[in-house]
């Protein structure tokens, strides 16, 4: 029951989340690193990747798919986090240590999508 809870909650957060890098793009637009080239097609890129990520968990032919691209954007979201915690949020007053302390929680996101994505083999 608790795999399921959190797959459903996964899935809403990544459509959702997904969908604001076209609702809302500036947020991710500040958050990008400058040494990155074409920041707006790295955004609707990693928007439609989440988007298609939570819908694909939803549907078991697609879940495994789904958790490897979705840990896969994960990682190559983490420099974007970095970027944040080093600098700032451009127009965001943030303390110092929330934006540090958000790091971690890539792992607890990539640990989650694993749990409820990819299959444990049990004897």
Same mark, same amino acid.
């Given at each position: 029951? $608790?795999?399921?809870? !959190? #797959?459903?909650?996964? $899935?809403?957060?990544?459509?959702?989340?997904?969908?604001? &890098?076209?609702?809302? =793009?500036?947020?991710?637009?500040?958050?990008?690193? =400058?040494? #990155?080239? &074409?920041?707006?097609?790295? /955004? $609707? /890129?990693?928007? !439609? @990747?989440?988007?298609?990520?939570?819908?694909?968990? %939803?549907?078991? +032919?697609?879940?495994?798919? $789904?958790?490897? *691209?979705? /840990?896969? #954007?994960?990682?190559?979201?983490?420099?974007?986090?970095? +970027? !944040?915690? %080093? &600098? *700032?949020? =451009?127009?965001?007053?943030?303390? *110092?240590?929330? %934006?540090?302390?958000?790091?971690?929680? +890539? #792992?607890?996101?990539? *640990? @989650?999508?694993?749990?409820?994505?990819?299959?444990? &083999?049990?004897?």
């Amino acid at each position: 029951m $608790a795999r399921k809870i !959190v #797959l459903w909650a996964l $899935a809403v957060f990544f459509i959702v989340a997904g969908a604001n &890098h076209f609702l809302t =793009p500036a947020p991710y637009l500040a958050m990008m690193p =400058p040494y #990155l080239p &074409h920041s707006r097609w790295l /955004i $609707a /890129i990693s928007g !439609v @990747a989440e988007t298609m990520g939570g819908i694909g968990l %939803l549907f078991p +032919q697609f879940r495994r798919a $789904a958790g490897w *691209g979705l /840990i896969a #954007l994960l990682i190559a979201i983490f420099p974007a986090n970095i +970027q !944040v915690a %080093l &600098h *700032g949020w =451009p127009g965001v007053s943030i303390a *110092g240590w929330v %934006l540090w302390a958000r790091l971690p929680f +890539q #792992l607890v996101f990539i *640990g @989650a999508v694993a749990w409820v994505s990819l299959p444990c &083999h049990r004897r």
